[in-house]
């Protein structure tokens, strides 16, 4: 009989060996801990009280090494957006664009530093909810601030030419930018983490689990990127294609959230493990965990085609309007050759 996820030496066999072995010993390590294994050794002792929605909005922490690249991107962005507005007064970055940007920006800072945070490793519903703002809140929203765009706006013809254009236009770009891949390696990135002994380790230590959140962002940035289609790409998709790649995505995720909510037993050693004297069980949470990620994932990704389908019709209608413009144009041409015509076969007439 093949072993349960969550049991000692249950890493699958497509998972690398190092990694099957890291979690076979990881899961000793905690076994032999016993009732000590009750904490979340990456992160600290288990929190003494459950989350509410006070401690998870106030609890926040503040980790220099997130926070400050995040007030340093978000600062970078104003002072770029500013430069280009003073330079371009008659096509300033729309006001919208940096809205998204900066609450794409807002999303991870949620995700990583609030009380969300305090609880990633204690509960997996609440672990859930950081990686669902990572993948479908956080990435879709930085993607609709078009940061390429910008970026080739503020930087110099010399920087554009010799460092920007030459990495969009590269072998390695084209190929993980490409649809195909992107929606893979998302998917991957999905099913790779939550069915393996990675999740086990991130759970355990801090370094891989900031690397896992890292992955995700990485992975979610590349997918939605040409579902957005705002910044330029080595790849364009038309609306209606962008619908559908973003819809093909849904019952992957529905299929994933399904598995880990119909699961007869805890899928991973530390939760199964964990000893809290609150909240649910390690299999209840697991399902809440599940449903969550069926049914905020689902309202996520038929939100996104909603708008996808929104900026099809805006598109229609400019084309449309577009095409007007073109054809009262040329024929006010016709009429104006046709009144110089008779004007001149007038004159002729005349003339005789």
């Known amino acids: 009989m093949s072993p349960r996820f969550g049991s000692p030496g249950a890493a699958p066999a497509s998972v690398g060996r190092v990694v099957a072995r890291l979690g076979a010993a990881l899961g000793v390590g905690v076994a032999v801990l016993g009732p000590g294994a009750g904490r979340a050794l990456g992160h600290g002792p288990v929190p003494p009280e459950p989350p509410t929605l006070v401690n998870l909005a106030l ?18 962005w104003i002072r770029a957006v500013r430069q280009v507005n003073r330079a371009h007064p008659a096509n300033t970055v729309p006001r919208r664009r940096s809205v998204f940007f900066l ?39 930085m993607a609709l601030g078009a940061p390429v765009t910008l970026l080739l706006r503020v930087a110099s013809p010399a920087v554009r030419r010799r460092l920007i254009l030459p990495v969009l236009h590269s072998r390695v770009l084209r190929i993980v930018s490409f649809p195909v891949v992107a ?21 355990e230590n801090r ?69 809290r004297p609150w909240g ?32 099809w019709m805006r598109h229609e209608e400019r084309q449309a309007a577009r095409s007007e413009r073109v ?5 006010a041409s016709i009429r104006i050759r046709e009144a110089r015509l008779a004007k001149r076969l007038a004159d002729e007439g005349e003339g005789r």
């Open 59 to 76: 609890g926040w922490s503040f980790e220099p090494a997130l926070v400050l690249p995040l007030v340093l991107t978000a600062w970078l």
């Open 103 to 141: 609450a794409g920006l807002a999303a991870i800072a949620i995700a990583l530093q609030s009380g969300i945070e305090r609880y990633d490793t204690t509960l997996f519903s609440i672990h859930m909810v950081q990686h669902i703002l990572l993948t479908l809140v956080a990435a879709p929203l």
């Open 183 to 203: 929606w893979v390696a998302l998917a991957a990135v999905m099913w790779g983490t939550h069915f393996s002994a990675l999740f086990d380790v991130a759970l």
């Open 207 to 275: 370094f891989v689990h900031d690397l896992e959140h890292v992955l995700y962002l990485v992975a979610a940035l590349l997918f939605w990127w040409p579902a957005v289609g705002l910044d330029p790409s080595p790849w364009r998709l038309s609306h209606p294609v962008r619908a559908f790649y973003v819809f093909l995505q849904m019952p992957q995720n529905t299929l994933l959230a399904v598995v880990i909510l119909n699961a007869a037993a805890p899928l991973y050693l530390h939760y199964a493990t964990l000893i």
């Open 280 to 311: 649910p069980s390690a299999l209840l949470d697991q399902q809440m965990a599940g449903g969550i990620m069926w049914l905020a994932g689902d309202l996520l990704f038929i939100g996104a085609i909603g708008v996808i389908v929104a900026g």
């Open 327 to 331: 054809a009262d144009a040329e024929l």
